[in-house]
Every structure is written in structure tokens, then in C-alpha cells.
């Protein structure tokens, strides 16, 4: 056996298969085995390998072990006199293998090995090729200053910024993304650390790979796609905190004298800053859109009582009291609480949720309104004109935003998208089929193979600008994996890129390597998969255990078992359960939820059960309202004393 590909899977299920399809078409020519270790995947990877690559050898954990561990764990079963250890969301060229073994062959001081990789909008990723992170290294990457020269010895040290990404070079650090070695080399150094549990493994492997006397490679004649992110989802804190804790054990194993202390010092100081700086970042980005609602709304009603105070009490300072702030104050709460459980915040929304949001805030407020003492109202014209005044400005405030950024008069995304899907009729079709499906604004365009050679690049570029092609969808079944990268290559930063599984199952892409990856699939598209169905759920639950626990002294005599229902009423509460989930034996594949009290399918009421099980649960899943949830509840009333 010549070589073993080591690919460690964590929930990236349609990013893994088409690196398993690119992959089986490398080692199509040389003696080679697969092995995937999944480490406690949620979504069906386990079952997609079973079904579609039985040929590939399977270690399914039942933890997630960490990418150092897992990647042992492969190591240990793999037969060949190479390895490779892999990422999931990778594509490799069809010689890319050969290509490294033939290096191998003819470099004997060759240690290990890497190559250059492009990101899923098709730059360069200059973790390609990376120097070892001593004091200076770390501040120049932690301080950003390496942005600032880029080619730079002294400033890019981290990512040898003065070396050229198109030459072969001897190198100090390689990417665990693509690290490709001798399987008896691996073995003796022992392989990955243990002690990292997610990012700096493969700094510390290839420093001792450097201590044993063996030369890392930077080997450019081939290049990989990786979709960067995919399969870790870095994010904000937990990130950082992982990342620079890495570095943190790496310089206490390999750094010794005074340095060590001062430079973990320096490290520990750098997260804490980092950490700080990321998690204010973060929450401005996230909080901008409600921040700027907030300011609008304060400004609006305030112009509002004064020119009402003035219009109708004959001075315009009539309304200033603590009662008019409190009020505005618990309006403008209500109203952003409504937009955010109505997803206006999310990526997705369109004018209904602007509307149904609009709504029940009024509803609301005017709720809480008639429930306040009459010294702490105001005036309930204020929430009348206010509640008119929501309605102008979130139309226009979103209409105005999407004219200045994306150049149309649009609301949310109800926007058609021009997309180009290059493959044949079939593949075409079933681009289509998932767009129609997903209900994706997206009017996809056809182009058969045949013209990505024959159209010349400015021809290309050309047929993109009049078609305002902002998307191209590349069909894996019809198209080499080194054509598909070097298409992605040649308009990298100009349109996004999708590859479409040769199975059909998914649309993936990723339009840098700082955001998470765009996915279609069908069963993404489950209501209970998106964050503002599952939010509902959430607020759902809460608020039906607070209507009980109001009520309990009177509810607990219909129940046999009044200590259960008062659990379940607190495990609710505390988001250990929840009221309604599927509570089926069956494998399903259908988006994740905590065990319900109740159950969606009762299978006592029904003579077929199976055939209807199946139906009712995936119904719940992919058209899931909160109206479900208090319809099953009312019905089942009585039973939500259950265990």
C-alpha cells in the first residue's frame, strides 16, 4: 500500500463528500486506502460514507475526540508507506497525489509535505506556508502588523510573506489542512500532541519534524481548494481562546530559558486583549442593526410626543414626564424583541416578517399598556402613531440600506439572484430542483462544459457583466476537479462559486475564508434548522411555562403526578427539555431537538403507524410554527406530567 488519506469528519457532510468524490478520482492511478474518522457527527456523515463510499474504511467515534486524537486514531489503522492528513472540506486536483509522491521519490530529506491552497472564492490561503511563532512572529500576527507589509521578512514572518507562493520552498511550518509525510516517520515522532486539542498540532509536528533532521516542504505545482472554517467554524472567542492557548503549550514544550516565561506572558496578555477587542467586534456587528433601529425609533417618538404634546395639549413639552420615557422606553423594547423573534436580524427575511413584526409588537404593547398603573401611562395616541411610524421606517430604513449597498430598491432578500450553472442537462435540472425546492430567489442560467474552454477569459467576462452573473454553480459530475479550481482560480474575487455534488444531495460554496460556507441542501431547509424557528420554540416554551406556573394552584389537581409536572415545568424552564420534540426510534436524520415532555406523533390514534409517523414528523420539522407546539400542548394537556 503506498498511500493512507487520514480525513477527520465533524458535522461538514456535504463539504466531505465532495472531498471524498475529488479525492477517489486522485487515487484512481496509485495504490491507496481512505480512512475517516468521524468524531460524533450530528448530521447523517456516517451514513452518507455507508451508502455512497463503502470502499472507505470508517472509525466512527462516539465523542468528539479532537483533531490531534482522531487523526492518531486513523494513523494507527492505515496500511500505506505514506500518509496524508486531510481536512474535510478540501478538493483535490486528479494528479495532485502523484504529483507529491513523485516529490517524495526524488527529495529523500523531505519530511513532510504541503501544497498551496486556495480558499473557496479562490485566493490564496497563506497558511500555505508558515514560519514558527517566536515572540516577534506572534506580535507582528496578533497586532495585525503583518497586514500592513505583507512581503515583508521582518514584518510577515508568521507567513514568510518575502517567499513566493509559485515556488517550491523549504518551509518551517505546514498546515494540518494538507500535511503529507512518511506513515513510519509520523509513527516515530508520535504523531500529533494530544495535549491540542484543535489548532497548533501541526506547528508542533512540523517543529519536530524539524528536530528529527527532515526538511517541510512548500510544494506549489499542485493546488487544493479548502473551504477554510468549514469544518472547525471558528468563532470569536472560543476561537481565539483555542488558537492562542495552542501557542501558549507549544512555547512551553519547545521554548526554554528566560524567553519561555516572558513569552507566555506575552501570549496569555495578547488572548486576554484579543479576546476582549473580538468580543466587542463581534457585538457591535451583531447588535448594529439593532442599534440603529434603536437610535431611529428613540428619534421618531420623541418627534412624535412633541408634535402631538403640541398639536393637541398646545405645548410641546406637555408629555415630559418619567411616565412618556418609561413608555417609550418599554415600546421600543417590545417592538426590537418582535423584530428579533420575527428574524428581521437574521440574513433572511422579507416584507411579511417586517409587517407580522410590526404587528405584534403593537399587540403587545398595547397589552402591557392596559396592564400598567394609569400614573405610568402616557398617552395612548403615542403608541397608536408610534406603531404607524414602526411600520414607515423599517420599510424604508431597509429599502434605503439595500439602494446604498446592493443597488436595489429591495426589502430583506426578496431579491432574484443571476446564476450560472455550467454541467449538463441533468445537472442542470437538479440545480434547479433544489433552488425550486429551498425557494431560494435564485434564476439560474445553462452552460454545457464545452464552453469553459471555448469561451476565452474576456469573453467570460464579458457574458458575466451582461448577465449580471453573480453566482456560478460548477457541476462536480461533469467537470475535472483541476478545471473546477482553475475556473475558481481565474475569477477569484469577482462572482461567488458553488459546486454541485455529483449526487445531486447539495450546493456548497464558500465565498471567503472568514465567513461560514453557503450550503443548499433540502434538509437545511427544515424550519427547525434555522435559528429563528428554533428561537420561537425557545420563547414558546418559556412563556407556556409561565402561563402553568401562574396558574399551578389550580393546575396541579388535574395531574396523577403533581411532583413530575412540576419538574417538567423547571427542566423546561431551564432549557434541559422541551415541550414538544419527536420522540422516535426511528433514524430519521432530521434536525436536532432536546426529548420532549410531549410527543408530535401519538401512535395510539393511528392504524398505520409507521407510513404516518414518518410523514407527521417531517412535516413538524420542515413547517414547524410555534402554533404546533400550543396545538399538540392543549391536546395533550393532561400528559404533561409525563417522564
Request: aromatic residues 14%; glycine residues 6%; charged residues 20%.
Amino acid at each position: 500500500m503506498k498511500l493512507s488519506i487520514i480525513i477527520v469528519n465533524y458535522n461538514v457532510r456535504h463539504f466531505l463528500e465532495q472531498c471524498l468524490n475529488s479525492v477517489s478520482k486522485a487515487i484512481s492511478k496509485i495504490q491507496a486506502e481512505i480512512v475517516v474518522v468521524d468524531n460524533a457527527s450530528m448530521d447523517d456523515s456516517v451514513e452518507m460514507i455507508e451508502n455512497l463510499f463503502p470502499q472507505v474504511k470508517l472509525i466512527a467515534s462516539k465523542k468528539n475526540l479532537g483533531f490531534s486524537k482522531a487523526n492518531n486514531l486513523g494513523v494507527q489503522e492505515a496500511k500505506g508507506a505514506y500518509i496524508l492528513i486531510l481536512n474535510p472540506d478540501t478538493i483535490l486536483e486528479e494528479d495532485c497525489l502523484v504529483k507529491c509522491l513523485e516529490f517524495f521519490e526524488n527529495h529523500p530529506d523531505a519530511g513532510a509535505l504541503g501544497v498551496k491552497m486556495l480558499d473557496g472564492a479562490g485566493h490564496f490561503l497563506p497558511e500555505s506556508k508558515r514560519g514558527f511563532p517566536g515572540l516577534w512572529n506572534s506580535f507582528c500576527k496578533m497586532s495585525g502588523l503583518y497586514k500592513l507589509f505583507p512581503d515583508s521578512k521582518i514584518f510577515n514572518g508568521y507567513y514568510l510573506g518575502h517567499l513566493s507562493s509559485d515556488n517550491t520552498q523549504k518551509v518551517e511550518v505546514l498546515s494540518g489542512a494538507f500535511m503529507m509525510m512518511k506513515t513510519e516517520l509520523y509513527k516515530q515522532l508520535n504523531g500529533f500532541d494530544e495535549a491540542f486539542f484543535m489548532y497548533g498540532e501541526d506547528i508542533d509536528l512540523s517543529y519536530r519534524i524539524q528536530k528529527a533532521g527532515y526538511i517541510n516542504y512548500y510544494f506549489p505545482e499542485t493546488t487544493i481548494l479548502h473551504f477554510k472554517g468549514e469544518s472547525t467554524r471558528k468563532s470569536s472567542l472560543n476561537y481565539l481562546t483555542s488558537f492562542y492557548n495552542a501557542m501558549i503549550i507549544f512555547s512551553s514544550k519547545h521554548i526554554s530559558g528566560g524567553h519561555k516565561t516572558l513569552f507566555v506572558f506575552f501570549l496569555k496578555m495578547m488572548i486576554w486583549m484579543k479576546a476582549l477587542l473580538s468580543a466587542v467586534k463581534d457585538l457591535v456587528l451583531q447588535l448594529r442593526a439593532t442599534l440603529v433601529d434603536i437610535l431611529f425609533l428613540w428619534l421618531g417618538f420623541q418627534l412624535i410626543r412633541n408634535s402631538w404634546s403640541k398639536w393637541y395639549h398646545g405645548s410641546s413639552g406637555y408629555l415630559d414626564n418619567t411616565a412618556t420615557l418609561f413608555n417609550t422606553g418599554l415600546f421600543i423594547f417590545i417592538w426590537i424583541l418582535a423584530f428579533y423573534y420575527q428574524g428581521v436580524y437574521e440574513k433572511k427575511f422579507t416584507f411579511k416578517d417586517l409587517i407580522i413584526a410590526s404587528i405584534w409588537g403593537f399587540f403587545i404593547n398595547l397589552i402591557m399598556y392596559a396592564l400598567l398603573p394609569e400614573e405610568w401611562r402616557a398617552s395612548r395616541m403615542l403608541l397608536v402613531f408610534s406603531f404607524f411610524y414602526v411600520i414607515a421606517y423599517s420599510i424604508l430604513s431597509r429599502l434605503i440600506f439595500n439602494k446604498l449597498v446592493l443597488n436595489r430598491w429591495m426589502i430583506g432578500s426578496d431579491h432574484t439572484v443571476q446564476a450560472l450553472v455550467i454541467g449538463d442537462e441533468t445537472q442542470f435540472v437538479k440545480a434547479e430542483d433544489m433552488v425550486r425546492h429551498m425557494k431560494q430567489q435564485i434564476n439560474l442560467i445553462h452552460r454545457t462544459t464545452d464552453t469553459m474552454n471555448a469561451y476565452s477569459e474576456e469573453m467570460w467576462k464579458d457574458f458575466l457583466r451582461i448577465h449580471r452573473i453573480k453566482e456560478v454553480i460548477l457541476c462536480e459530475k461533469n467537470m475535472l476537479w483541476k478545471e473546477i479550481l482553475g475556473f475558481i482560480a481565474r475569477f477569484r474575487g469577482q462572482i461567488d462559486f458553488k459546486i454541485l455534488t455529483s449526487t445531486g444531495s447539495g450546493i456548497v460554496g464558500s465565498s471567503s475564508k472568514d465567513k461560514p460556507g453557503d450550503i443548499y441542501a433540502l434538509e437545511l431547509d427544515y424550519h427547525l434548522s434555522q435559528r429563528v424557528f428554533l428561537r420561537q420554540k425557545r420563547l414558546f416554551d418559556v412563556l407556556f411555562c409561565f402561563i402553568q406556573l401562574c396558574f399551578i394552584w389550580i393546575l396541579l389537581f388535574l395531574f396523577k403526578n403533581k411532583k413530575q409536572y412540576v419538574f417538567n415545568i423547571l427542566k423546561v424552564l431551564f432549557n434541559r427539555r422541551t415541550w414538544v420534540s419527536y420522540q422516535s426510534e426511528k433514524d430519521l436524520n432530521l434536525p436536532v431537538l432536546k426529548q420532549g415532555i410531549l410527543s408530535v406523533f401519538n401512535k395510539d390514534a393511528f392504524q398505520y403507524a409507521d407510513e404516518i409517523e414518518i410523514q407527521m414528523l417531517h412535516n413538524y420539522a420542515w413547517n414547524y410554527t410555534v402554533w404546533m407546539d400550543l396545538d399538540i400542548c392543549l391536546k395533550d394537556f393532561i400528559n404533561l406530567d409525563r417522564k
